[in-house]
């Protein structure tokens, strides 16, 4: 059990000469085309996989390994030490799996999240759920059973059948289960298509049995590992459809464009077309950016915790223009935000999306061809009639003051008696204001956590281009922002970032306090600490007149808990304006990562938060929403 096979050797010597080969050649596809590496080559399927991912440029592994990975662990031993791939350790796979995430949606590297068998791979995977719900590609590569029929492996579902954790992760996305290694080319180009396709793509499940990954994979032709196999972009091409979208527009009075996450990276199609329909724009928490804050046509995020104004848009829009939006129930009132429309556009890539509401002319294709097919088309009819949405667009603007004035009424009154605290503290409203300008001074990135962290940062942030903020909220995963951060420690090109994470979100992932040390990470937790999940506490009494076991009965110091971890800043961010202004400040003058603690006002004041405009189907709630559902046109 202790030595080391003496077929190793030769393996190993073999690996180290192809790695420095490479490396030596400036990539595998360069290493091919010089004659610096023979092929086709014999080597083991965990070998043959790294390969082909470094062909689709994977070279970063987020990784906990254990029993079920260890073969994959010393490929990649051999592989970091050439320079051509790096390793980065964690101590929970979940955070890992978020990180990974972010590394794709921000700054667009393709990452592989690796695991051992059963309880890690389990943890990867629930992680994963954010990147499937928003469309994000990470390749995911879990250890799995032996193929020997012995029984069930340690860790392993406890069932006398194979491929069950493929059959598990093929409920949440693409999933591929290489019982032998020749099947490693298929696997690969499925896995290309999934993680590197334009519109939703998502986590792709590569799980390895055990006796696998050290198996000989004869004669591999290194030519014939597919790269990246993104689709070519997809346009209409129905003039039919465009007349029909064209004919609706001029004939509308009241027009919504509902801005999604799908058309995050095409801010300039978008705002072009919202202006060219004389409409208003809503947006999904994901598109915050898309169409500058301060533009005249943005009536800020709708939903049911989203803005006075945005809300009030869309229920009484007559039509509805979607783009790249998936319909997510909180996003869209569950269904019931667009009560008096009677048609709708949607631009989507997704088929199922696009034809997601009732009276659709569908307009499937990539959103950046499709909404300039859209425009000329409306340009080429002579364009929408100013006079027509003049009203409109008068009573839309006067509701976006109101909405601002409320919100400056909040910012006014920034401090409120808490009981919980016993003092005097920084309501949720002020405080996230104070960082998202703070935030703005320095080009931070922000990472809203779930709960009312998140709603209520949404409606305070006021961005003029995408990615200055990322809220995860396909998944609402508590514990993602501040794993979120963890990616600028690995990015080639990071970004300092700002986690706004309330007490109860912080705590499904405080390792990533040593992880951040691990990995360099330079950004700032700023936790917002009311003492309980305050967001499910004011579900509850709304909807029942009383909380039930969502409060905290531990007081936490996590000023100490956070110093505890050596390079960690940790410091207190008062209970006023200027003290949280200091801390943040102090804290973005330190080369590594903080964390700045901030008690928080929770109670009945109208003045400790910014309010809900929109319904959504739970609880007590449901009848009524479905019944409005049901009422609906679309």
């Known amino acids: 059990m202790g030595s080391v096979p003496s077929q190793h050797a030769a393996r190993l010597e073999a690996m180290e000469r192809r790695a420095h080969a490479i490396a030596e050649a400036g990539g595998l596809d360069e290493a091919l085309r010089r004659g610096a590496l023979a092929n086709p080559i014999d080597t083991t399927l965990a070998e043959g996989l790294v390969l082909g991912l470094l062909k689709q440029g994977v070279r970063k592994y987020l990784a906990v390994f254990g029993h079920g990975s260890t073969d994959l662990a010393e490929v990649l031993r051999v592989y970091e030490a050439a320079g051509l791939t790096r390793t980065y350790n964690f101590r929970h796979e979940t955070a890992m799996a978020h990180a990974a995430t972010t ?32 469309g994000i590609g990470v390749y995911h590569i879990y250890g799995d059973e032996t193929t020997h029929g012995e029984g069930p492996n340690m860790q392993a579902i406890p069932k006398h059948a194979q491929g069950l954790f493929g059959q598990l992760t093929a409920l949440m996305g693409e999933a591929y289960v290489l019982h032998t290694p020749e099947a490693l080319r298929a696997a690969l180009r499925r896995g290309s298509l999934a993680v590197h396709r334009s519109f939703r793509a998502g986590p792709f499940y590569l799980l390895l049995p055990l006796n696998t990954q050290p198996a000989r994979l004869a004669r591999l032709n290194l030519e014939t590992l597919p790269g990246r196999l993104a689709p070519p972009p997809m346009a209409v091409g129905d003039p039919a459809a465009l007349a029909e979208a064209v004919g609706l527009i001029q004939t509308h009075r009241r027009i919504v464009v509902k801005v999604g996450g799908g058309a995050r990276v095409f801010p300039r199609q978008v705002r072009a077309l919202v202006e060219a329909t004389g409409g208003v724009a809503v947006l999904s928490p994901g598109a915050l950016g898309v169409v500058p804050d301060a533009h005249p046509q943005n009536l800020g995020v709708m939903g049911s915790k989203g803005s006075l104004s945005g ?3 869309t229920s009484r829009a007559d039509l509805v223009i979607v783009i790249g939006s998936r319909g997510v129930c909180q996003a869209d009132c569950s ?16 088929l199922g999306d696009v034809t997601h509401y009732n009276r659709t002319v569908a307009l499937a294709g990539d959103i950046g061809v499709v909404a300039g097919q859209l425009l ?3 340009q080429r009819a002579g364009g929408a009639d100013p006079a027509r949405a003049a009203a409109w667009l008068g009573a839309t603007a ?25 003092r005097p503290v920084l309501t949720q409203p002020a405080a996230i204001k104070i960082a998202c300008d703070f935030a703005a001074t320095m080009g931070a990135v922000k990472f809203f956590d779930a709960g009312d962290v998140q709603a209520v940062g949404f ?54 306090l040593v992880d951040g040390v691990l990995h360099g990470v330079r950004g700032t937790i700023l936790l917002l600490d009311n003492r309980r999940m305050a967001a499910i506490s004011g579900l509850q009494e709304a909807q029942y007149g009383q909380a039930f076991r969502t409060h905290d009965g531990v007081a936490v110091d996590y000023v100490r808990l956070a110093s505890a971890v050596p390079g960690v800043q940790a410091l207190s961010g008062g209970d006023t304006p200027a003290s949280l202004q200091a801390a943040l400040t102090e804290a973005a003058q330190h080369p590594g990562l903080s964390l700045v603690h901030v008690p928080v006002y929770y109670g009945p004041d109208p003045l400790g938060g910014l309010g809900a405009y929109g319904v959504w189907n739970v609880g007590n709630w449901c009848e009524d929403v479905q019944a409005r559902y049901h009422a609906q046109g679309v």
């Open 103 to 134: 590394l794709k949606w921000l700054y667009g590297e393709t990452a592989a999240v690796v695991t051992s068998i059963g309880p890690g791979a389990l943890h990867a995977f629930a992680g994963s759920l954010a990147a499937a719900s928003n």
């Open 311 to 313: 809300n009030y848009a």
């Open 335 to 350: 269904g019931t935000g667009y009560a008096a429309a009677d048609a709708v556009i949607n631009l989507n890539a997704d």
């Open 376 to 378: 000329e088309a409306l």
């Open 398 to 422: 006067a509701k976006k003051r109101e909405w601002e004035a409320l919100k400056a009424e909040r910012y006014a009154h920034p401090v409120l008696p808490d009981a919980m605290w016993g």
């Open 459 to 512: 409606q305070v942030a006021e961005d003029d281009a995408p990615n200055q903020t990322v809220t995860e909220t396909g998944a609402s995963y508590m514990g993602f922002a501040v794993s979120a951060l963890l990616a600028s420690g690995i990015a080639d090109r990071p970004r300092y970032g700002i986690a706004f994470s309330g007490d109860g979100s912080f705590f499904m992932n405080p390792q990533v």
